[in-house]
């Protein structure tokens, strides 16, 4: 397993934005998906978007869809989820989490499951 660092949340009110950055120290990290999951209180782990090694496929959950961005600067083995138009029900830790294959992406980029490193986690908090 290897390191992940989030930053970026923070208190905000409803319709704001706010970016959430992820530090790594995969070796590997521009050969990796990369994927965004978030987990509310009383809540199981949803996902919010993933992104190929390369940048070329993009998904996001279906909450989150048309609000949140996410990229990665493989030259600086970070990832980043812009966030836009916050809702209270996005009120979660918001954790960044590396592939555990090499250069995939398949249809199970939703699956936690999938990903073998995991950030701490980052709090955001809407209020509305």
Known sequence: QVQLVESGGGL??????????????VRTFSSRTMAWFRQAPGKEREFSAAIAWSGGNIEYGDSVKGRFTISRDNAKNSVYLQMNNLKPEDTAVYYCAADRAIRYWGRDYRMASRYNSWGQGTQVTVSS
């Open 12 to 25: 905000v009110q409803a319709g704001d934005s706010l970016r959430l950055s992820c530090a790594t120290g």
